[in-house]
């Protein structure tokens, strides 16, 4: 997960040309949609923002949805690349200045799936607050675990819950309180259970015996205050990768009845 907002969206900047395939394929990871909101179910592999040179990132591809002559509908949070789930854009800039405002008044709602290893966590639900602090090895930025008074200490708090355990591996489900950069990743790392194919901070790279396909994190579910009024929930299912491998380690439960969010 990434804590940073998006960058803001600049008057130079213009449409990009998409080809059919990449208008089909951004129109079909739509998961809600009305007049002021857009919300998708990203897909891991797919940059948010700032993807490498030759690949469309979502950003880029929102101009699928833009109608003539107006501005592509703006990114409100981001989600890491490797991490799949609910992303949510704004339409209109007043909606997107609204929920810009609820992010960072901590009024969003952010509910995590992932696959941590090995075994279940102890406990098996509680709370990690343990701040953290970037670090850059060459052109890559990590995030650390560090001591409070430590000149670049960031809070971080991850509340967190097991759904279905193992000997080999657990399900979890994360609520972060704060949005720092790979929160998530180096929480569970903290806690001796890292996630599932995050080869960065120490996650297994096999399980059930076979090669663990990504980072098995997902977005499961985003709550949040909706411009019009109310409060809108939004919830993205377990994609068929990390549905494959839950079945394959026995957590998908009964009907999949664990994976509910």
């Avoid at 130079?12 to 998961?31: K, N, T, Y």
């Avoid at 509908?73 to 909606?95: E, F, K, Y």
């Avoid at 790279?205 to 939004?234: D, Q, Y």
Wanted: hydrophobic share 40%; glycine share 10%.
């Amino acid at each position: 997960m990434s804590p940073r907002p998006p960058r803001k969206v600049r008057a130079i900047d213009r449409p990009i040309e998409l080809s059919e395939a990449e208008i089909a394929f951004v129109r079909g990871l739509v998961i809600y949609e009305d007049a002021e909101v857009l919300a998708l179910n990203k897909p891991a592999g797919l940059s948010s923002q700032g993807g490498r040179a030759q690949v469309h990132t979502l950003d880029e591809m929102l101009w699928a949805f833009a109608r003539p002559g107006k501005a592509r509908p703006r990114l409100i949070h981001r989600l890491d690349r490797d991490t799949s789930g609910v992303i949510l854009t704004a339409r209109t800039q007043p909606a997107a200045g609204f929920l810009g405002k609820a992010m960072m008044a901590r009024r969003f709602r952010k509910t995590y799936q992932a696959v941590v290893a090995p075994g279940v966590p102890e406990p098996r639900a509680g709370t990690i607050e343990v701040p953290l602090r970037r670090e850059m090895l060459g052109r890559e930025a990590y995030m650390r675990v560090c001591a409070p008074d430590h000149p670049d200490a960031e809070t971080a708090k991850t509340r967190y819950r097991t759904l279905a355990g193992g000997p080999e591996a657990a399900l979890v489900e994360l609520s972060p309180e704060t949005g720092r950069m790979h929160q998530l990743r180096v929480h569970l790392a903290h806690l001796g259970r890292p996630i599932a194919g995050d080869a960065r901070y120490g996650g297994a790279l096999t399980l059930g015996g076979e090669a663990v396909p990504r980072l098995m994190l997902h977005a499961a579910a985003l709550e949040f205050p909706h411009p019009a009024g109310g409060t809108k929930r939004i919830e993205a299912p377990v994609p068929v990768d990390m549905a494959a491998l839950l079945e394959r380690l026995g957590l998908a439960g009964n009907g999949g009845e664990q994976l509910a969010v």
